[in-house]
């Protein structure tokens, strides 16, 4: 690693362009300024690039992730950015940037994922490796266009589809003609910068600690992380998010008889085990989507009073959001998504038990086994949890087992269920609204959002229901961190034909460029 010493006396590539000019003369022109004006010039060349960058295959712990990183990490260099390469055995790389800025008296660490989701070919309507360019959505109608030539005009209600086209690589996108306006333009950012591009978040970023580690010092200096990922609000609005859910998985296997049964000879007598798979399950939530489990809602902390004040503020946008998606009612109801979004959920992730349509058959299944997904929020734990649960089945008169029961478990218990996973998961965090730091960075994100959007457009919102390694910046590093999304909203992230709408990318240019400028009298 290079010493603090050298790395705080190091003037960047960036900032020697800069000096190499002679007298820097301060410009006109602000850096969001700048950076649109770059940017409409400049158009056609940046889905060009957007494309390139969206056609290296990304999956974490695959050799074909280490070009990508390495694509990356060119690009950054040729914008001025000290960037490198840090690996572990095992581990997909972390892209570590930095760039120092003479006299600045704060550091921003910028947090985005490179890696993305696993893809099935089949379930796609083009290659998800070969970026195709649409005319507007598919599902209104869009048809497949060529990319831009110098010169073209380019729609902004296009949408470029390929895997991580919204999910995480439209940032990237962003940043690099940010810092090429800026270093042609003689634009200073106002803060340090140090860029984090982590491979593995996809995959639950299982190395990303002790990759902190490793750079702890280098990380120790940064005032505030800022997460780019991450959908804007479902009104279309740019949004400001100051927490994340946590996430787990766990299964539960219910069991019948030692083989599976024919239906004919041993129905009504030998127990159905998809049946009473579905009596568990509904024991643990109502229709109104209330989970059932004792103790399940007395686990995490409540919401401050800046939280409720921001949930009261958010846009009433359930009933638009109810009619895109075709649903008459929702969980929970009256309470509103956002408010949801803050309580810990439960939902069935999947069931198997038999088969159906063409491969079903006339047999009674010996098992019956439920993937559950739990979401947490702040003060849950994984452990905490899957304990309710645990509780919950046997006081449904279960049995709970590891693994496969034995014969003699079987003729001892009439019900047993086995419970596997759910041990551990991403942990939940928030950030608190009141932070000096995270409300420079609201004002900063609030002129952006005016400037592309109308006045009063940015919607602030407690949480989100994703998940993202928050924790390991406010719970271990002891950092603020908060979420500032660009992707639209319906972008199928971690679905075939994820897809990016090409205003969001010319938003997230406009957001970047303030965040990289804003004063230093906010703080």
Not at 255 to 284: F, I, K, Q
Not at 349 to 369: C, E, F, H, K, Y
Not at 400 to 424: H, N
């Amino acid at each position: 690693m290079i010493p603090l010493s050298t790395r705080r006396a190091t003037i960047t590539a960036f900032a020697l362009a800069l000096i190499s000019t002679g007298p820097v003369v301060l410009s006109a022109q602000t850096g969001p300024d700048v950076a649109r004006a770059y940017r409409q010039a400049h158009e056609p060349q940046l889905v060009r690039d957007f494309a390139e960058l969206l056609s290296y295959p990304n999956m974490a712990f695959t050799s074909q992730i280490r070009e990508a990183a390495l694509y990356i990490r060119d690009e950054m260099r040729a914008v001025g950015v000290n960037t490198r390469l840090v690996e572990i055995e095992g581990g997909s790389p972390l892209i570590l940037g930095e760039l120092r800025v003479p006299g600045a008296t704060r550091t921003l660490g910028i947090y985005v994922h490179y890696d993305g989701q696993p893809v099935d070919i089949r379930n796609w309507t083009n290659n998800p490796w070969q970026p195709t360019l649409y005319s507007r959505a598919l599902d209104a109608g869009g048809e497949p266009i060529p990319l831009p030539e110098d010169g073209d005009e380019v729609d902004p209600d296009w949408r470029i589809y390929a895997r991580s086209a919204g999910d995480d690589k439209a940032p990237i996108a962003a940043i690099l003609p940010v810092l090429r306006s800026f270093a042609e333009s003689g634009i200073t950012p106002t803060s340090n910068l140090i860029f984090m591009f982590d491979g593995e978040e996809e995959a639950g970023s299982r190395n990303l600690g002790q990759y902190m580690e490793m750079e702890r010092e280098l990380l120790d200096e940064v005032d505030i992380w800022l997460f780019f990922d991450g959908p804007a609000h479902a009104s279309g609005r740019p949004q400001l998010v100051y927490g994340v859910r946590g996430a787990a998985g766990m299964e539960v296997t219910v069991y019948g008889a030692l083989r599976n049964l024919h239906s004919g000879h041993y129905g009504n007598w030998a127990p159905d085990t998809g049946n009473v798979l579905a009596h568990l399950l509904a024991s643990m939530k109502d229709e109104d989507g209330n989970v059932l489990i004792e103790g399940w809602y007395e686990t995490f902390d409540p919401i401050g009073e800046e939280e409720r004040a921001a949930l009261e503020a958010m846009p009433q946008w359930d009933d638009e959001l109810k009619e895109e998606l075709g649903l008459v009612r929702t969980e929970g109801e009256p309470e509103s998504l956002p408010e949801r979004l803050l309580v810990p959920a439960l939902n069935v992730r999947g069931i198997t038990s038999g088969n159906t349509g063409s491969l079903a058959r006339n047999v009674i299944p010996n098992t019956a086994v439920a993937s559950l997904g739990i979401r947490m929020v702040k003060g849950n734990t994984a452990p905490q949890l899957r304990q309710l649960i645990v509780d919950h089945i046997e006081r449904q008169g279960f049995h709970i087992v590891e693994t496969d029961p034995d014969i003699e478990t079987r003729l001892r218990y009439p019900r047993i269920a086995k419970v596997t996973g759910g041990m551990s998961g991403s942990v939940a965090a928030r950030t608190s609204m009141a932070d000096p730091f995270a409300q420079s960075i609201q004002a900063a994100a609030s002129a952006a959002a005016d400037r592309a959007f109308g006045a009063g457009s940015l919607v602030v919102a407690p949480g989100m229901g994703g998940t993202l390694p928050l924790y390991l910046f406010t719970e271990v590093a002891r950092k603020p961190a908060i979420v500032v999304p660009v992707a639209n909203h319906d972008n199928n992230q971690h679905a075939p034909d994820e897809n990016l709408r090409i205003a969001n990318l010319w938003y997230a240019i406009d957001l970047y460029a303030q965040l990289m400028t804003m004063p230093t009298t906010l703080f």
